[in-house]
């Protein structure tokens, strides 16, 4: 069954670094978002990204983060320089074309800035 | 703008209970939808159902059952003779649909269930 997949699973990085989590989507959805969760809060949109360009962003996703699909399958969440507050899970998750499509979601990057 | 409230935050029951998890939403579309997710220790993101907003009929799959009522806003979900491995964190979500509908979630803060043997 196909699943998205997301590399590292954990990033330790020191306040100011940058960081880039990859996601690998699944390979024929077309939509591909960015969540994240603050330890034991909820799951909050920050990104989605269709037809090469983000759709739409979340107040969260400020001038320090930034998307990309380099290629055909891997999707990327680039945080430039880091902050404490930046420490949380962070989900990708894809859907195919129709706006009742379900997002499955890759099973996290747990990054921890120190 | 969409919310969803799940205002139980821990629920805890000795296995065999039934027990349900309630969600509340609002939104202002006419088609929307509506998730469960489940998040057990390990911390990922488990998808367990969807329902459209056009289709109110409840559904059963095995211990898991959901009622939909558009009337009260409500998707609610019953676990029947829970067990041990329904230990997780469960959310809620919600999207708005319609053509060119980016559909982002937007997920209750989730109701952690603890089932004891």
């Known amino acids: 069954e196909p699943e998205v997949t997301q590399t590292p699973s954990h990033q330790v990085t020191q306040m100011g670094q940058e960081v880039i989590l990859r996601c690998v989507p699944i390979?024929?959805?077309?939509?591909f978002y960015w969540y994240r969760q603050i330890l034991g809060q909820k799951v909050e949109f920050l990104v989605s990204f269709y037809n090469n360009e983000i759709s739409e962003k979340s107040e969260i996703f400020d001038d320090q983060f930034s998307v990309e699909r380099p290629d055909g399958s891997n999707f990327t969440l680039k945080i430039r320089s880091t902050k404490l507050e930046d420490s949380a899970m962070y989900f990708c998750?894809?859907?195919?074309?129709?706006?009742?499509?379900?997002?499955?979601f890759g099973p996290g990057t747990r990054l921890t800035v120190l | 703008a969409q919310k969803v409230t799940q205002a139980q935050t821990e629920i805890s029951v000795v296995e065999k209970e039934d027990v349900t998890l309630d969600c509340v939403y609002e939104?202002?579309?006419?088609?929307?939808?509506l998730f469960w997710y489940k998040q057990p220790p390990s911390g990922e993101l488990v998808f367990l159902i969807r329902r459209n907003s056009f289709d109110e009929q409840n559904e059963i799959s095995g211990r898991y059952s959901w009622n939909f009522q558009k009337s009260t806003s409500s998707f609610n979900f019953t676990i029947t003779a829970s067990q041990v491995v329904d230990s997780a964190v469960y959310f809620c979500?919600?999207?708005?649909?319609?053509?060119?509908?980016?559909?982002?979630?937007?997920f209750g803060k989730g109701i952690t269930l603890s089932v004891r043997p």
């Open positions: 979500a919600l999207s708005e649909g319609g053509a060119g509908a980016n559909s982002k979630l937007t």
């Open positions: 390979s024929n959805h077309l939509y």
């Open positions: 939104t202002r579309d006419t088609t929307y939808y």
């Open positions: 998750a894809s859907r195919g074309l129709i706006a009742s499509d379900t997002q499955y």
